[in-house]
């Protein structure tokens, strides 16, 4: 995972409340192999509709762009990774929002991608900037949680753990076999706590 | 009697703290947990993990905790004749967990079902059990005091690998429901009516626990309902401390503990219950008199109001993003400012989904249909092979099919239509089923999601109808 420290870019507005990830990627994209790239299905249906703000995504002046800015409840709904894949396949590094579903945030730090928490007054001002509008580039700057356009400022909230995580590009796998010790010693003591909770072996038909 | 600080073990738990406890591996400084899984489940959409099992070259480390199902792509007629690429899906599933020894709940097997439904049919469902699947409607099996929750493919290769995960202890909400629930209302009525209170958000952060007489007295299909949607207010997971309508359901399924063994176990679920004086960080009461039969009439569930109400005037409402948001889903819907609920035309129905398609609910909705057609078109899938088999011992599918509905196999069908079970653009769908998302049954579908008698009253009449009026003898 590529770890990220600071951000320059565009940052696209997308004045939506519960951006569900049925939306982010609808069902039917989500039998392809990652290898074949999602960034194509993001947003797919609702960039159908030229009257939606989801259509701003294709205009010129977010070309490049890596910020998302939305409303409340970003990511609800399924658990599907795709949407990420989809979100980071197009090219966004950060999601700016007034809450998140949490399955969806987890998997967006798992991918490099940072999910940004404000405030929803702060959500409000960000979506009606002009400037951001006009396609200016927005700072994130992650180590000290900070969103910097024009001349605002301000703060995010992350998960402390996550903001390592995103700093470093960890990777959980690698640091889970480093306890592999204390697992086993938990399955010992476990066996004994909890004898129920095997499924039984020999299941009667 | 006095708390004491630091005598930890005298400290009142909750339910959720409890379980937590009994599986953590290592607690870090920065507040992660290692916890352990005992179940782990499996689809067609694992598919994503198990390529980065194969980029690791890494084995699925305990396969006899792990259990794949074809549920999420499996056609619901015609199963002979595979369309290539949901062949390829099945198949892709079926290779997997072969080279990995995972048991397959495949096509041809009776246990196949939707994830959620069979698998605790199965008794692979036991209390205390921690429990992940690549799905968020996870929380399903909650409903047998087990801590389940949904993962991304990232987690679930973690999960593959090393029948571990890191979470962070979530906060604590308790929702008590008191009460008998009033005629025409039941487990679905209970969620929609909460996930409208606190909002798709109002759970974020937190697992939930359900208490209260009105749970206490709910079947385990009614509680398998209701923990189904905690992830639709936005919970980690919702789960219900098990009791003796637990263990009757337990006794003697398939895969659960045996004779002594499950006495044994039926002796230790008993203290799987939050202690008198627990502390939650959120309360949430609700009157189970008050309820009335609710339904969604926007794009998120949170949008539901009762049968009796008229849509939301976004002219009325204060709040910029919210008013913003009611617009749109109005427009999305075709629906009109202060239209009557009761007045709108639907195009069809869907029984079926994790969230409404067990043998209750079947029951339920051919009660209503029983001697009667319906006026528009639509599709019954049961949860599983084994509870079609069940319906059609009871008579229960010709019921359906008398009132002219489609009794089809079982899958996730209609809810997420990505076997090709699709509401048509426009088309307005009366649906047991949990997310009513813009374009979620179909490109340009429009979903109102309701319980499975609410749909049959919509199926009989041809628009969203207060299921009381037709129990009261004014059936068309």
């Known amino acids: ?205 | 009697m006095t708390e004491r600080a630091g005598s930890l073990s005298s400290r009142p738990k909750t339910l959720i703290g409890k379980i937590w406890d009994a599986h953590v591996i290592v607690d870090r400084e920065d507040g992660q947990s290692l916890l352990w899984v005992d179940r782990h489940l499996l689809h067609e959409g694992s598919f994503h993990a198990f390529d980065q099992l194969a980029r690791r070259q890494a084995r699925l480390h305990r396969p006899d905790l792990t259990f794949g199902i074809a549920d999420h792509y499996v056609p619901t007629r015609n199963r002979d004749t595979l369309a290539p690429e949901i062949k390829r899906m099945v198949d892709q599933l079926s290779d997997n967990c072969a080279s990995h020894d995972v048991t397959l709940f495949g096509l041809d097997d009776p246990r196949q079902g939707i994830v959620h439904v069979t698998i605790p049919a199965q008794g692979l469902t036991l209390p205390g059990n921690i429990m992940v699947c690549g799905d968020s409607h996870t929380s399903t099996h909650g409903a047998f005091g087990a801590y389940a929750f949904g993962i991304g493919a990232s987690e679930v290769a973690h999960v593959m690998m090393t029948q571990t995960i890191w979470q962070k202890r979530p906060r604590a909400m308790r929702v008590t429901v008191e009460g008998l629930l009033p005629e025409g209302t039941s487990a679905k009525d209970i969620a929609l009516h909460l996930i409208a209170t606190i909002g798709a958000d109002g759970a974020q952060g937190h697992a939930v626990e359900y208490a209260g007489s009105t749970i206490r007295a709910l079947s385990m299909e009614g509680r398998l309902t209701l923990c189904n949607l905690s992830i639709e207010a936005g919970a980690r997971l919702g789960l219900i401390a098990p009791d003796d309508t637990t263990f009757a359901f337990l006794r003697g399924k398939p895969f659960a503990p045996k004779d002594e063994a499950f006495e044994a176990a039926v002796r230790a679920w008993r203290s799987l219950r939050s202690d008198d004086r627990a502390v939650f960080d959120r309360e949430v009461t609700i009157d189970a008199g008050s309820l009335a039969p609710t339904l969604t009439w926007g794009t998120t569930p949170e949008q539901a109001l009762p049968i009796t109400a008229t849509t939301p005037d976004p002219a009325t409402i204060l709040d910029p993003a919210r008013a913003r948001s009611i617009s749109d889903a109005l427009d999305y819907m075709g629906l009109a400012p202060n239209q009557r609920l009761d007045s709108i035309s639907i195009d069809r129905v869907f029984i079926g989904s994790c969230t409404n398609s067990r043998i209750e609910d079947l029951r339920a909705a051919a009660a209503i249909l029983e001697g009667h057609r319906a006026k528009v078109p639509g599709l019954v899938s049961p949860g599983s092979t084994s509870v079609k088999l069940q319906a059609e011992a009871e008579g229960l599918d010709r019921i359906f099919t008398g009132a002219g509905l489609e009794w089809v196999d079982a899958g996730c069908s209609m809810c997420v239509g990505m076997n090709g079970d699709l509401v048509p653009a426009g088309e307005r769908c009366a649906s047991t089923t949990n997310r009513n998302f813009k374009g979620r049954q179909g490109p340009g579908s429009r979903t109102h999601l309701m319980s499975p008698v609410m749909v049959a009253a919509a199926a009989l009449t041809g628009r969203l109808t207060d299921v009381r009026t037709l129990a009261r003898g004014s059936r068309p």
């Open chain 1, 1 to 205: 995972m590529t770890p990220l420290i600071v951000l320059e870019a565009g940052a696209c507005p997308l004045p939506l409340d519960n951006v569900d990830t049925d939306q982010l990627i609808p069902a039917r994209f989500m039998k392809r192999p990652r290898s074949d790239g999602y960034g194509q299905f993001l947003l797919h249906d609702l960039r159908q509709d030229a009257a939606n703000p989801a259509c701003a995504l294709d205009q010129d002046r977010f070309k490049g762009c890596q910020i998302l800015i939305a409303g409340r409840n970003f990511g609800c709904g399924s658990s599907r990774e795709a949407a990420v894949y989809a979100l980071a396949d197009f090219g966004f590094r950060c999601v700016i929002a007034s809450s998140f579903g949490d399955i969806f945030a987890s998997n967006a730090v798992k991918n490099g991608v940072l999910p940004a928490l404000v405030s929803p007054e702060q959500a409000e001002i960000l979506l009606a900037h002009q400037g951001i509008a006009q396609g200016e580039p927005v700072h994130i700057d992650l180590p000290d949680q900070q969103i910097r356009f024009g001349n605002h400022s301000v703060d995010f909230s992350i998960d402390p753990v996550w903001k390592t995580q995103l700093l470093n590009g960890w990777d959980d796998i690698d640091m889970t076999v480093s306890y592999a010790s204390e697992i086993a010693r938990f399955n010992q003591s476990d066996a004994v706590a909890r004898p129920w909770a095997l499924p039984s072996r020999s299941p009667a038909q």
